[in-house]
């Protein structure tokens, strides 16, 4: 009877190596020595040190080239954490909903965490990384993460009456700028993450738990 | 500058009502008043709370006709606990890569968990919720959620190119036939969930992290 | 001018194979040799027999396995057969159109059949194989089969709205279980006949045409 | 206990109307009155009522206006009943695979009772309608429907590689055209079949069974 | 530090070959020797070359048999020039919108052209190919075009409101079945010029820029 | 005969107003008022103006906050015109290729323009925006554009064996960054400019026809 008994039968027997195995020192799959960091980098590392206790990894893959790592932390800077019509946890909420559109794992490691620590609420944060359309959300919210992903999903589809719907439940014209440039920046860090293989850093499977 | 500024500019002032405020109480959107259990199923209710700590939501949410809940619990035992050449939590993860293509917040919360649990490695149960292709897998395992997946994706396309592939790996005849059952079982389920909005028990999201 | 004239110019002189030989015979891709039914079970093919004339093939393929064949029958019974707000005519209409979206070949032709006879309106099984949205349907079985292939096609997106829409033409929250359910339950199967090109019983593509 | 029981509990009492009323009076939903038929056009409705028995609804479709009827005449029979390294009954096998995945009703039911009378194999009409992959074909006859199925949902994706993998099974370029030319215009009439509602005629469905 | 630089680091230095090299001579990838032209379609190319300055690739195309060239000559002229509720622009336009969705280089390039002169406006040809839903459209235009391309991406969803949309905005009946026929006709000829290879006349590159 | 005849038989008697009215005056759909050029912002406009003759219509819809223009512009220069071991050319042919994907008007005409005239070869440009896959490119092109376009349509797919076809032609792992980055750029800026219905300078239609 050998159709009826695996070959394979007892694979769990010897410990599995874990599926994240080396997730905080081979950051990327592209082999990119780190350049040296610009007086400015080397402050901003340290200050992630201070203040979060590590340096996202997202950081360190971009270190090949400070011109790069320059460019990426002034725009990520601007976009989620300056004034702005939307609040951090609702960038944040973008981030993730946008993120698990496109199966992003470092992104919806990283912001899933974030929307946990921001709304002190964790069940959110799996909510957006899961299907944000089973949250109970306000309206608000809803038509913010609803532009947010049809901008991700079928960016061409995008016109007036999408805009006529934030309008409605109180977003203004430079709301929608940031909607719109929040959602973008993630469609991009998305596909930079995927194409390299980027690992989050370890620590936030535990945060905000 | 009125268009500079939302007219919503401070939503996060008041404590948010959490985004799963009464997931243990109303378990399902249609309201269906539970029927007396029977004599079985108060039995395996009882073993719930005693193993588990608590009754799963979803036997709840059958408990309202004991001929749906029994067979439920029939199948369900038999696929992901009974004797198989796939190990527990190989159809776990099954279960999950499913649900994530289907984005299912019940199954993803409550089966996420328990790959969480039976590997041992929690990252392991993130990685099946938001991209397996992430994951750092066996050959086996690969080969086995890619099979689950284009099944649950485009069942229309699978064939004996498919089952071969499955074969190559050490699958016997009567594996595939329990991939795609756990598959099959996974993609009823999800459906059934979606369509009553299903809430997961809240233990869950704490659970082995 | 070998370029203008097929190679294989009279591919249609021997007669062809038929395209389902070996349909009663070799039920599935997987080999896995009957297990001795158990007594109820054999009641069951016996009763199978003596009203339809034949066991269908999908029972034959569980055969395999004692428990996994029970738990599928009790379960199919219930859902098809047992007391209900949606008539046998519309279950199995719905098992049809999620059949249809899934381009299920065992499906289309045991359900399609089951549709022709219920219905005494043959056009009409093939209206659910094909397209059910070009059939005149009634405006209640219209909405539940569009509630049945949104949940087949896209989970995620099934919503308080949705639910709302079936309540609209007169569904009961208990009915909005019931479509749910079978439209799960034939999502679940048509994944394990395609695992296993199960093939329908001959006999179906000449009834009640 | 209202929730439990279904407004409409019983459907089915009064027999049906059929879902393909009045399928061979109103045509089309747009209403075009026919034009007077040319000589030609009269002697080939003359010709298909001796050999069918009918008129194709197609024709009477189209019939509001001669030089659209010749033209689709002219094209039609060249395409389906010239001279061509292909079978009549592999084009007719084209028509339905492209027919299914474009799920055109009036199509499937026509070139489907083709299938089934050329080929004197009924169930292989039904395969071509379900699913063409779940037939037992030839490698030629998987190559063309792979083919022609690649063209019709996907077309900015054929390639040389897709002409090389015909020429492969003995295609010849005059094929290679035949094919795409077939697809093609199955994806034109069924677009304008689906455009229009068309409605085959009632005689196909018991044709050949 | 070879990591950082390309193996192929100049890969413009010589002059590429333009990447539409030979459009004019071979027309498409299948070679079809021509057939001596018949009396009818040896005028009718004379006229083109004689209107246009060119005969389009397209007829060469098919000039491999004359049954097939007519029977195409005939349905293009009487859909794209024979009197209509549409103006000739308004079916170049479906023309183009149908195109881009299937990506189709051979027709965009030509109908984007015929766009182009025939607006006096080229942006909006540039806007057809790119996004129709981008440009200034009246109603009754963007109506026309919803429509055509909704039947071109999914023709199983077309349905009596759809055609209701057209009525209200002023269309016939007749210009309903003039719309899905010429949306139809280029979801033949895309597939037939991507499944051949099919290259444009060069000429219509600088076309009424 | 009214049927027969459109209500609005005349559409093109006077003159349209062109699909692009106001390209170049109003820029974005949201009205946000420029805020005051920095030094470093006004001499970019002013070599801009300088060099090419006008402002990028992205600058200035950019323009309304000096922080988000200026990392936008510092991004933008570093990718597209920095050292690399990809050329110019092959930077311009992913941000088209990826605009086509995602059907960007904005940047379909901007970056279309910037391939016609890097290459010399203008129906190139057009190719890029009409399909790819349709131009005759060296592998090295080809794979490039493959992987851009995988990373845009579907990037949760991407994987180690995606990279691995990059390096068989040639790439290096820089490369393969560099590839990820201006495919995910033009990912984010396809949104931001889909959002807010953002137009080209009307100056591109003509350039390097």
Known sequence: MAKGTSKAARPAKKPRTSATAGADTAITAPQLPPAPLSADMAAYFAKCEEKLGFVPNVLKAYAFDMAKLSAFVAMYNDLMLAPSGLSKLEREMIAVAVSAHNRCYYCLVAHGAAVRQLSGDPPLGELMTMN???????????????????????????????????????????????????????NMSNRVASATDMRPNSVHHRQAR
């Open 132 to 186: 944000y359309r089973a949250a109970r959300l306000s309206k608000r919210e809803r038509a913010m993460l609803d532009f947010a992903v049809k901008l991700t999903a079928e960016p061409w589809l995008v016109e007036e009456a999408d805009r006529e719907g934030l309008r409605r439940v109180g977003f203004t014209d430079r709301d929608i700028w940031d909607i719109a440039a929040v959602a973008g920046f993630f």
